[in-house]
């Protein structure tokens, strides 16, 4: 497994905007899939936003045109740019990768007040 380590959550107005960031102890290169999840109160963990190694993303319908994944494999790290937040996007977020094992940060707080 691959430790990773999350940063950058914290509290924004709606509207506003805020990066999170991923940080593996160890090399992504290899790793297949990387990904965003959200865990609102009280609500199942799911997928925001996730990428491939080759490039390749997918969002949430809920998050198209406002946020944006992106994986920098020279430095182990995976980001999440939030635009336009609204309410709805609050939670926990969680890292998550998928290679031969499957790894989870400890996660990171979004809160976005009205």
């Known amino acids: 497994q691959v430790q990773l380590v999350e940063s950058g959550g914290g509290l924004v107005q709606a509207g506003g905007s805020l990066g999170l960031s991923c940080a593996a102890r160890?090399?992504?290169?290899?790793?297949?899939?990387m990904g965003w999840y959200r865990q609102a109160p009280g609500k199942e963990r799911v997928l925001v936003a996730g990428?491939?190694?080759?490039?390749?993303?997918n969002y949430a319908n809920s998050v198209k045109g406002r946020f944006t994944i992106s994986r920098d494999n020279t430095n182990n790290t995976l980001s999440l740019q939030m635009n336009s937040l609204k309410p709805e996007d609050t939670g926990v977020y969680y890292c998550?990768?998928?290679?031969?094992?499957?790894?989870w940060g400890q996660g990171t707080q979004v809160t976005v007040s009205s």
């Open positions: 998550k990768a998928i290679g031969n094992d499957i790894s």
């Open positions: 990428v491939t190694n080759d490039g390749r993303t």
């Open positions: 160890s090399s992504i290169a290899n790793i297949f899939y």
